[in-house]
């Protein structure tokens, strides 16, 4: 059941719907943002001369240099007076991207996370667990408004505390558990170290984001826990989470608010549109934020576009779970990998846990890579068979082997239990 009406109104009405809020979004950020003035006074392209999203493509992109170059507030349309919230991206090197909101921006955020969290097949009265981290990141305070918006009520736990996130979701009967992929699976390894089953959690739904989920992970998240695991994107130079969302009824990718947040999918190398389903770099642009109007930002996540009419009745776009990030290309003896790549392949092959690392070096100037993978907990696979299968499908699906591989057992890799986990250290630099 959609949350609003656009999210199945016909492909014109959506459309009607962009066009108009792209010319306000354009003539706001022209007129009130000296970067993208600049930027278009460059291209030679006036707020007049976009009448529709056909024009998208004349507009300049913008980059996550961009947001650093203009650290802190460069890119705010608003002055400091009309901001509600700040809040900064999760990025590890260099200064964070400063994102800000004006209260219409709050509301419309909270508005498509409550479409989110109704998609997934959270209803009004259920009781969500959310182990987002709250603070400057977005996804805590993100996932709390949003199901508040619902009129759900929020556990506002945040990450962390996994014994006390146990208890709490058993003891208070929780329906539906928010976090990241790989935190799902470190909650069913610490319940099993509790002596519980995860299966016997009360929970029936995980909705995960902030990194990327394969199918394998998936599949062990809800095979682990028992539950559903829907897929929520989003990223704080957009609005933070929500931007997209899968519906419990497919699972067949997630749907783009697109009367939000206007969609494309871009050759990486050279930024040029590509066919309808073939895969690419994701490029947004806001319909109607008012703190932080964003003009085609190169997301660096890779993945593709569907148009179809979904099972569930909504016809917003579809873009594919990401694979992977533009800017995570290795390249190893001239070979071009995406971690996301070796991922399929190897968690593919029955005895292997969702849990792998790659560690790349040099060694007399030659590109090394050492890949780290888990036994699963439980197989009868021994170490040497386990390795010839994992040789074996990487050479045949990647044309690739690694100069070394590790089998280690159960737990045998690091875990964290806050924030995202880093599975490649490139020790080369």
């Known amino acids: 059941m959609v949350h609003k009406p656009i999210e199945s109104a016909d492909r014109s009405e959506i459309r009607d719907h962009q066009a108009e809020r792209l010319r306000e ?31 998208v493509t004349a507009l300049p992109m913008t980059t996550k240099e961009d947001f650093r170059d203009e650290y802190p507030d460069g890119l705010f349309a608003v002055d400091d007076d009309e901001l509600t919230r700040i809040h900064a991206s999760s990025g ?15 509301d419309v955020w909270s508005e498509v996370v409550a479409r989110s969290l109704a998609a997934s097949g959270v209803e009004a009265g259920d009781t969500v667990q959310n182990a987002y981290g709250y603070g400057l990141f977005t996804g805590g305070l993100g996932l709390h408004y949003g ?9 506002p736990i945040g990450g962390g505390q ?29 319940a099993e170290e509790m002596g519980h089953d995860p299966r016997d959690l009360p929970i029936s739904t995980v909705i995960f984001g902030a990194e990327p ?29 929500g931007v997209s969302n899968e519906c419990h009824e497919a699972q067949d990718g997630l749907h783009v ?52 009419e979904c099972e569930c009745g909504r016809t917003m776009v579809r873009m594919d779970n990401v694979t992977g990030r533009a800017d995570d ?80 057992e159960p737990g045998g890799i690091a875990r964290t239990e806050v924030g995202k986990v880093q599975r490649v250290y490139d020790h080369r630099s």
């Open 329 to 408: 290309l290795l390249i190893v003896r001239g070979v071009n990998l995406y971690p996301s790549e070796i991922e399929h392949a190897v968690l593919d092959v029955d005895g292997v846990a969702p849990h792998y690392r790659i560690d790349l070096d040099r060694e007399e100037n030659l590109d090394v890579m050492e890949l780290t993978v888990e036994r699963a907990e439980g197989t009868d696979r021994g170490h040497a068979e386990l390795r010839e299968e994992i040789l074996e499908r990487l050479a045949n699906v990647l044309s690739f082997t690694p100069d070394e591989l590790s089998i280690v």
């Open 147 to 155: 199901v508040e918006e619902l009129g759900a009520t929020v556990i």
């Open 213 to 241: 989920c394969t199918d394998p992970m998936r599949e062990e998240i809800e095979e682990r826990l028992g539950v559903t695991g829907i897929d929520i994107y989003g990223l704080s130079e957009i609005i933070g989470p």
């Open 162 to 190: 996994t014994q006390r996130q146990i208890e709490l979701m058993a003891d208070l009967e929780s329906d539906v558990f928010t976090c990241t992929p790989s935190y799902a699976l470190y909650l069913a390894e610490t």
């Open 257 to 308: 608010w697109e009367d939000h947040f206007y969609p494309e999918v871009v050759d990486p190398r050279t930024g040029e549109p590509v066919e309808e389903g073939e895969e690419g770099e994701l490029v947004l642009t806001t319909l109607t934020k008012e703190a932080l109007p964003v003009l085609r930002y190169r997301t660096g996540d890779l993945t593709t576009l569907t148009y179809d």
């Open 25 to 55: 979004t354009v003539e706001r950020a022209y007129e009130n943002v000296p970067f993208y003035r600049e930027k278009l006074d460059e291209a030679g392209v006036a707020p007049a001369d976009i009448r529709g999203v056909e024009d």
């Open 92 to 106: 590890t090197t260099g200064k964070p991207k400063i994102v800000g909101y004006t209260d219409a921006d709050v």
